[in-house]
Each structure stands twice: as C-alpha cells, then as structure tokens.
C-alpha cells in the first residue's frame, strides 16, 4: 500500500475519559463490524481485568479502512503505573488523539502522556468527550488544554492543534458545540487531514524495531513493530540485533497485520505498517531487525525506572496448595515473572536470596498488584511481601527518594481533614484552590511512600467524596520518617477454623478480617488491634458444650459482619515483618515468621498473649 495512503495514530487519555469507548464507535461507524455482528462495549480492553477495572492495562492495536485510508489506531494505558507501554508505543505513531472529559479536562496523568507524545514532535488532535453530561464544561476543558500544551513547551505545529466534541457512549462527534450532531467520520477526516503519512523509502535496506509482544495460541510470542523503512516478507531472513549487543541471522516466518480487531496474514509489508512478526524464538522489547549485509543496532527504548518494589516467595503457609493452587515452584515462579518482565520491561525482576525469591519492581502499587491478580487467576500460589519505595543516593551520598505530585478533589467540609492526612505523610501543599460548587482542589508534592494506602484513607475521611490522583516528579532528598500503621495486628495461636464464639470475645479488641469457619494457622493475621502492639489471640476456641447447650447454639451467635479486604487493601495494609498469601480462591495476611519465639527475637516490640 502507498503509504500516502497509512495514518498511524495513538489514543491518550486519563484513566475512564473514554478512550475505549470512542475507539469502539470508529470500528462501528467504519463499518469494521457488520450490521447484524454483536459486539461487546469496550472491545478493546480483552482483558478481564481491564474489563472489571474499566481501565485499559496492555496497549493494543487494530485498523479501519476509510475512504481508502487505512488507519492504525493504538489504545494505550491511561494509568501513570503503566506509563512503559504508553513510551514504547509513541515510537510507533505519527499523531495523537488527546480523549478529554467535557467535565473534568485534562488530568495528571493525561499530562503524564502528553508530555511523552509532545517530546516526540507528535501532532495532536483533540476529542473533548462526554459532552452529554450534566454540568459539563466543553469549552473550560478545551481552554485546559490549550493552557497544558503551553505548560509542555509545544510547538506552534501542536499549539495550532485541530479540535472535536463528541459523546463515545452516543456516537455522537461535531466540530464546533453550536453545530447539529455528527458522527465520527467528522474525527476520521481530521485524522486523514492533519496526521502526516509516515516517512520511508521501501526501496531501503529493511529496518523495524520491536515495541511489543502478542501470544497467539498457533504461532507463539508475536513480535510487533512498525516498519521504518524497506520491505519485510515472510520467510525472508533477517538480522536481529539484540539487548546484549549480539547479533544473530534469524528467518521469518510469518506476517501478519491487524483487520480491524483481527491480525491476518499478509505478504509484504512496507513502510508505516504495525505488523506482527511470527518466528523469533528469542527477542526483546527494543531488538531491532534490519538486513543481514549491514546489521543496524537501534538506540534501546527509554523507559522511566521504577518507584515501588515487594518480593515474590514460595508461599510457605500450613494450607499451602489447599485452595486452587497449581503452580507453586521457586521455578514455575520465576519463569512467570521472567515472562512478565518481557512483556513489559518496565517491570524489573531480579533474584533475592536463593532460588525462591524474586524482588519485582515497577512504576506504582497497581502496576504490581494487576501482576498479582493476572497471576492468581492464572493458578499461581505465592507470598508477597510490603511495598518498598526504591531510593537512590546522589553523587554525594545523600539519600534521594521518589516524589510525587498529588491532587485531591474534595468537598470543602472534608478539606482539614484531608489536609491534615496528608500532612502527616510528609506533604508539601503548591496550591489549594475552591471553586463555585464548594469543592476544594488541593495540590501537594509528597513523597511516594506517604502515598501508600492514602487513597482509601482520604475516602474514608471524605465519605467517599475525594477524587485523588498523583504522577511521578522526581527524586529528591528524604523528607524523614513517615508513621507506619499505627495500630497492631490479632495473630492466631492454634491451627483450625475459626469458631463464632471466639471470634465473638475479640470484636471489643479491634475488627475482624475473617469470618466463622475460616481455616486459620498460627502466624495468621486474623484483624487489626485497637491498640499499638500485636496480640496472640486463639480464634478457633469454642464454648464447652453441656447437657443443656448443643454445638448448634454457637451459630445463633450475632457477630459485626467482619472487613472484606481487597488486594489493594491487603497491600497498603501490611507491615515490614508481614506478607500476603496469595491463592487463586483467598488472600490471607500472615506475619512472615510464622514461629512466636522466633517473631519475639526479630521484632522490636514482642507481642502480647492473650
């Protein structure tokens, strides 16, 4: 195909401004689907817990033809977390198309990706989207906008940036507010107009770089790329230049390139094309492929280093493989973790103290726990451990730890105590500002570890009102200790299941995080003291059954419904000396000395017996 005739562009945007959405009514509107096919919303996110979540996780790509045209559409993460796809991504587009809500405008981590795209001399069209919400702001969000590409250092080429509203959910798209309701061909003929064509001979030596990886059940890993320049044709044999600096002759032996939401197979493919390539037993994100008679060795993809790490064990527990685990092994682990780490080099994996641990670093708390809960439904058992920010020192020696801007929206009657959280985790107010519906914006600097489990904290303080969101700045000297959880832990003492009338004499000493009959173990953690020190509680006693009390009676017991905690939850939750049992059927929190005397030793305040 001419390639005149390709536009190659990226979608960004905030995490559920709608992206995936605007993408569905291209494919629709574009005819990539027929009149009578059903389709899912979101046809995009394929992953389940992009689907559960509503965010997009792993970027994808699929293509419409139109009038001709054919544009390559790439769906990218809108979560700073996992900002390493979002980098390798960009190298692939000539355009972006900036999806912002009519009633929100622009957000931190919009801003995160934006930067990225405007760096890389991308030219921007911009979607102002749900503009059938109440109250929304179409042209307050626009002048937002206008007021970030500023604040970025854009080009006069990017500040001239071409505009449309539209609403995803109704199909909807114009170019001015004032004109009747359109359809998105309107955004289709603005992607063909100011999106250029993409550059290179096809005459050239053949050059591609690899930006990703799909799995096919038939072909295996599937490098993907786009075509620099020259010509690629299955079985032809290639160069591939790799990490280490070495050099090796490989034969391809398929190409494929996306229909739609489909890859099929293709014989030829040209500059500006996204392929994917079958037949590389080993690569890398970032190997390049080019011609065997002048190998050509590409600068490696850049991508931001991490900020948050836990470790990854063999999970050690009394029930281990009693609750749906399938893989369990030190090796099993490792080559799932390795796995990880090649689909997205932003996550880091390194070797801890013999065969079965494994350090796991990545750029937030939900970049590792989506890791976690993929692995969980893939019938992983493991432990994990708390998250540690990771420090750097500069060429001095002092300390540097990551920091981050934080925003908090809030109601102003919610606003002190707020202020006064985030306070205590080392914050450092820039801005506060409250505007005509009362609600308080506030602007802090904090360093990333204050930001562990600050969100569930702010909504409890706020009564589920506060819309927080942060976006890594950079490193700077240590702000000093920030408080751990205050409170300690109910440890269990005998092995069993936990009966309703024990359970029942410790709900005045804290709150529960198990119910009645759940299998428990010494070591376990079973609820949150109200007091500052641990305390080994047995939770499996039950009352002494007489001639006039049956065993039944403990079920008319009435017990205060115990907390449910999430991952997240479990993850903010712990402390140094406790971990996470991981199953594919339950999340248990356990101290990581199972063993009292040992714990006593190791720990700076013992553990008080009940």
């Known amino acids: 195909m001419d390639t005149s005739k390709i536009r190659n562009v990226a979608i960004i945007a905030h995490v559920d401004h709608g992206k995936t959405t605007l993408v569905d009514q291209l494919l629709k509107q574009c005819g990539t689907f027929h009149e009578n096919e059903e389709v899912n919303e979101r046809v995009m996110d394929s992953d389940n817990l992009e689907r559960e979540r509503g965010i997009t996780i792993l970027s994808k790509n699929t293509s419409v033809m139109y009038k001709g045209y054919r544009v390559n ?3 990218t993460p809108g979560h700073a977390d996992f900002g390493g796809q979002v980098e390798r991504v960009l190298g692939t587009v000539d355009g972006v198309i900036l999806v912002v809500d009519a009633f929100e405008g622009p957000m931190a981590q919009t801003r995160f990706v934006t930067q990225k795209a405007l760096e890389m001399g991308l030219i921007p069209i911009v979607v102002v989207n749900k503009i059938d919400r109440d109250g929304c702001n179409p042209h307050g969000a626009l002048d937002k906008v206008f007021d970030l590409f500023c604040e970025l250092d854009a080009n006069e080429q990017q500040l001239d940036f071409d505009k449309v509203f539209g609403s995803g959910r109704k199909g909807i798209c114009k170019a001015e507010m004032e004109d009747p309701d359109g359809d998105f061909h309107i955004l289709m003929d603005k992607i063909i107009e100011r999106i250029p064509a993409p550059k290179g001979d096809p005459n050239a030596e053949p050059l591609l770089q690899i930006a990703s990886l799909e799995y096919s059940g038939f072909l295996g890993r599937l ?39 489909t890859p099929q197979p293709i014989e030829e493919a040209g500059p500006g094309d996204i392929i994917l390539i079958a037949g590389l037993d080993n690569f890398d994100i970032g190997d390049t492929l080019s011609s065997t008679n002048n190998p050509v060795h590409l600068p490696r993809i850049h991508i931001d280093p991490p900020t948050i790490s836990m470790l990854f064990t063999v999970n050690t527990s009394p029930l281990a493989g009693k609750y749906g685990g399938k893989f369990m092994t030190g090796n099993q682990l490792q080559e799932r973790l390795e796995r990880a780490h090649m689909a997205d080099p932003a996550l880091l994996v390194e070797k801890v103290d013999g065969a079965s641990t494994f350090k796991v670093s990545g750029r937030g708390i939900l970049h590792l726990t989506i890791l976690v809960e993929n692995m969980r439904r893939e019938l992983y058992e493991f432990t994990i451990g708390s998250p540690q920010v990771i420090f750097k020192n500069d060429e001095n020696g002092k300390l540097l730890e990551p920091i981050e801007e934080f925003k908090v929206e809030v109601p102003s009657e919610f606003s002190g105590a707020c202020i006064q959280e985030i306070n205590t985790r080392k914050g450092e107010m820039v801005n506060m500002t409250t505007d005509e519906n009362d609600r308080v914006t506030l602007e802090y600097l904090v360093p990333s570890r204050g930001l562990i489990g600050i969100r569930p904290k702010l909504l409890s303080l706020s009564k589920g ?19 751990a959880r205050v409170n300690g832990v109910l440890i269990a003492k005998e092995p069993g299941e936990a009966a309703s009338y024990a359970l029942s004499n410790l709900e005045d000493r804290g709150y529960l995080i198990i119910g009645p009959g759940a299998e428990v173990y010494p070591g376990m953690i079973v609820g949150e003291h109200n007091r500052d020190v641990d305390i080994i509680v047995n939770v499996t006693k039950g009352k002494h059954l007489t001639n006039m009390r049956s065993k039944s009676a403990d079920d008319m017991i009435q017990l205060t419904p115990y907390r449910r905690l999430t991952l997240e939850e479990c993850v903010t939750f712990i402390n140094e000396d406790e971990c996470i049992e991981v199953t594919p059927e339950v999340l248990r929190l356990r101290k990581t000395e199972l063993d009292p005397i040992k714990r006593k030793q190791l720990s700076k305040r013992p553990a008080e017996e009940d």
């Open 223 to 261: 490098a993907v790329g786009r075509v620099q320049q020259g010509t690629f044709k299955p079985n032809m044999t290639v160069a591939q230049a790799m990490t280490d600096g070495k050099v090796k002759n490989i034969r391809i032996q398929k190409i494929l390139r996306y229909e739609g939401l």
């Open 465 to 483: 009102y506060a819309i927080s969101q942060s976006i890594f700045k950079d490193y700077e000297p240590y702000k000093g200790e920030i408080p």
């Open 73 to 75: 559409i790439v769906d």
